[in-house]
């Protein structure tokens, strides 16, 4: 049995951390003075969610309990709505829109980007979004759709009027054509012609990129964006730790000589997250190869097998799709998988766990400091999540490759089920804040 402990891989992914340590700003210091019981102000706060799953259920809590521990109970409204089949996050977003809450939370990143494009002066706090900045552009080319609709709407209707005008002047209306004949035709085109990128339209790649090209990946990670909207939006980022990520890759691997980050093909939030890790790789002394997922996976996936001493999946949309059969293949040929995707772990040797509660409370902190400090959302940067990270392993998979996990590691399964939500927070106190 081989047993994971590496003294020298640990040194090298501690002493990574802490040449990257720089890149992450401390939290600057903020007072959360309760609200007093005299005063009668209740703020109203409309949420909307993308979907009714664990993980935005599990970020929602912990904004409430923020709400709850900063604001207290008598000084919050809050009305939730979550897209599903009968109504879509626009449609809710079209609703709140002409409802002029004080603050709106989005919780998911089609949340994010429908109230964003549809409301521009009420303040939005959003989560569950990985990349911000990729968000924004989606943003804006909603809000230029929807303008460009707009525009379209009123030419219609004054080409309308003139028709009208035109047929009360006339002795024969039978030869009269008017724009009712045909409204949507013109409408629809000019919609298509300006709908939004699409996640995927771009950023596209070869099914595998060797190192050699990791100036041009990183191209895009390299960046002056200061953190900053420069809209009525801020928010905390669901990006993961990925220098705890290469820690536990380096920590996991018996023999690492090189690295498979393997993804669906053209998930922006995947590319985004690989161009991170291949960075931090490099700067490690170690190798990389890059996959994306297509329509002959089983092949791809041996090949990644073939050429890397393990296999990381970045936490993405539409992963489980794919997970098992990467790491099912990947354990038969005796390569461990690391993730940091909470679908993918049910079959990872191992992964982080990282509790998005956490998310949720910091959106809370966001939601004081705009409503009662008066921050201005555009120029509050974007946070990112402190997660309290545990290590899992499966231990069925661990024992298929023959690895042995020290006590800092638990075993998947068994933590999960014993592991309250939020535990792991650091929450204000109400008498704390007071003093």
């Known amino acids: 049995m081989r047993k994971i402990y590496r003294i020298a891989a640990v040194g090298m992914a501690c002493a990574l951390a802490l040449s990257l340590a720089g890149c992450k700003k401390p939290e600057k210091e903020v007072k959360y003075n309760p609200i007093k019981e005299e005063d009668d102000t209740v703020y109203t706060i409309y949420v909307m969610q993308d979907n009714d799953s664990d ?41 709140y829109a002409v409802s002029e809450p004080q603050l709106v ?23 569950g979004v990985i990349n911000f900045q990729d968000e924004l552009s989606r943003i804006q080319a909603k809000r230029d759709n929807l303008l460009n609709s707009v525009a379209t709407n009123i030419t219609l209707e004054d080409a309308d009027n003139n028709s009208n005008n035109e047929v009360s002047d006339s002795s024969n209306t039978d030869n009269v054509q008017t724009s009712e004949d045909n409204p949507a035709d013109a409408s629809t085109k000019d919609s298509t012609d300006n709908q939004p990128a699409q996640d995927g339209d771009t950023n596209s790649a070869d099914s595998n990129v060797e190192t050699d090209n990791a100036s041009d990946s990183n191209a895009e990670v390299e960046s002056t964006w200061d953190g900053t909207t420069k809209i009525n939006l801020c928010g905390v980022s669901s990006l993961s730790d990925l220098e705890s990520e290469l820690s536990l890759i380096i920590e996991c691997t018996p023999v690492l000589y090189s690295i498979g980050i393997i993804y669906p093909e053209g998930d922006t939030d995947a590319i985004y997250q690989a161009q991170i890790m291949e960075k931090m790789i490099l700067q490690a002394g170690l190798k990389y190869n890059e996959y994306q997922l ?26 489980d799709q794919f997970a098992k059969d990467i790491c099912n293949q990947a354990t038969e040929a ?29 959106a809370g902190k966001l939601t004081y400091r705009i409503l009662v400090n008066g921050e201005d959302p555009s120029t509050t940067q974007i946070e990112n999540a402190n997660y ?45 804040a007071s003093q």
């Open 294 to 319: 297509n329509g002959s996976n089983s092949e791809i996936i041996a090949e990644a097998c073939s050429q890397n001493s393990c296999l990381y999946i970045p936490s993405c949309t539409g992963i």
């Open 334 to 362: 005796h390569i461990p998988t690391i993730t940091n995707d909470s679908e993918a772990s049910e079959y990872a040797l191992a992964s982080l766990h990282e509790d998005p509660y956490i998310i949720g409370y910091a």
């Open 105 to 127: 939370f989005a919780n998911g990143p089609q949340s994010v980007t429908a109230i964003a494009a549809a409301e521009q002066t009420t303040p939005i706090v959003g989560a």
């Open 388 to 432: 309290e990270n545990e290590k899992l392993y499966n231990k069925k998979i661990a024992n298929a490759l023959e690895i042995t996990f020290p006590k800092s590691f638990h075993e998947r399964k068994e933590f999960l089920e014993e592991y309250e939500i939020g535990s792991t927070t650091k929450r204000v106190e109400k008498q704390e």
């Open 55 to 95: 993980y935005y259920n599990d970020v929602l809590q912990g904004y409430k309990d923020a709400l709850n521990d900063l604001f207290g109970d008598k000084h919050v409204e809050i009305k939730h709505s979550v897209s599903n089949e009968f109504i879509s996050v626009d449609q809710i977003a079209e609703a």
